[in-house]
């Protein structure tokens, strides 16, 4: 049985546009609900046949043990998914982004730290460790008392900061100290620049002074 290879899906991949891509995901190695792919593991050209959901199970029974190529959900072990995934993992080695990443955690971390280091809100700023970063904001500084959850402060600081172009991931209070606290959370991409670790810096800056007033 001919196999399709990594390269060849590469290949591929690079003949569509994302609108193909996006009608055609489900092309390799796919069982939808009532979509059963011909072929697919067979043949670099597939027939797409619209099949009732019941016919589904006989057809994938009558495939031989050895013919079989089992995996999880459409996007786990998924041929393109994995052509995809190694393509991505030559261009981060070829342009070698682990640098850009830890030098601009540096960056983030260090402005944060200014932003916030001496904010009578910041119970903990996490960081320095490539691109993950947190600030964690309490009532009292110094017992690290928290916010009671209905001031809603982490979904306020939020909405903030969408209403200044920046979409970022936070989490409301968990309880009284030493539950964590408000907390917002930073990972941008591997290719992020110096002028939009600054932007992240001072728009969380403004949003928190905006529902705190410091």
Same mark, same amino acid.
């Given at each position: 049985? %001919?196999?399709?290879?990594?390269e060849?899906? +590469?290949?591929?991949i690079?003949?569509?546009?994302?609108?193909d891509l996006?009608?055609r +995901?489900?092309w390799?190695?796919?069982?939808?609900?009532s979509?059963i792919?011909?072929?697919a593991c067979k043949?670099r050209? %597939?027939?797409?046949?619209?099949?009732p959901? +019941?016919?589904?199970?006989?057809?994938?029974? +009558?495939?031989?043990?050895?013919?079989?190529?089992?995996?999880?959900y459409?996007y786990?072990?998924? %041929?393109?998914?994995?052509a995809?995934?190694?393509?991505?993992?030559?261009?981060?080695?070829?342009?070698?982004?682990?640098e850009?990443?830890a030098?601009?955690?540096?960056?983030?971390?260090?402005g944060?730290?200014?932003?916030?280091?001496?904010?009578?809100n910041?119970?903990?700023?996490?960081g320095?460790?490539g691109?993950?970063?947190?600030?964690?904001?309490?009532?009292?500084?110094?017992?690290?008392?928290?916010f009671?959850?209905?001031?809603?402060?982490?979904?306020?600081?939020?909405?903030?900061?969408?209403?200044?172009g920046?979409?970022?991931r936070?989490?409301?209070?968990?309880g009284?100290?030493?539950?964590?606290?408000?907390s917002?959370?930073?990972?941008? %991409?591997l290719?992020?620049?110096?002028?939009?670790?600054?932007?992240?810096?001072s728009?969380?800056?403004?949003?928190?002074?905006v529902?705190?007033?410091?």
């Open positions: 049985m %001919p196999e399709v290879g990594i060849q899906l +590469s290949w591929k690079k003949r569509v546009t994302k609108g996006m009608r +995901s489900a390799v190695c796919g069982v939808g609900i979509l792919i011909a072929g043949t050209e %597939p027939q797409v046949e619209y099949r959901t +019941s016919t589904i199970k006989d057809i994938m029974d +009558s495939v031989k043990p050895e013919d079989r190529w089992m995996h999880a459409t786990s072990g998924h %041929p393109t998914c994995c995809v995934g190694v393509k991505n993992l030559e261009i981060m080695e070829r342009e070698r982004l682990w850009n990443a030098k601009m955690g540096t960056r983030l971390h260090q944060l730290q200014q932003a916030f280091g001496d904010h009578p910041a119970g903990d700023i996490r320095g460790k691109l993950l970063a947190a600030v964690e904001l309490v009532e009292d500084r110094a017992t690290k008392k928290n009671a959850g209905d001031r809603k402060v982490a979904p306020r600081i939020q909405a903030e900061m969408m209403k200044r920046v979409v970022t936070t989490r409301a209070v968990a009284v100290h030493p539950a964590p606290g408000d917002v959370y930073f990972a941008p %991409p290719v992020v620049t110096e002028a939009e670790i600054d932007r992240l810096v728009v969380t800056r403004d949003a928190v002074k529902v705190l007033g410091a």
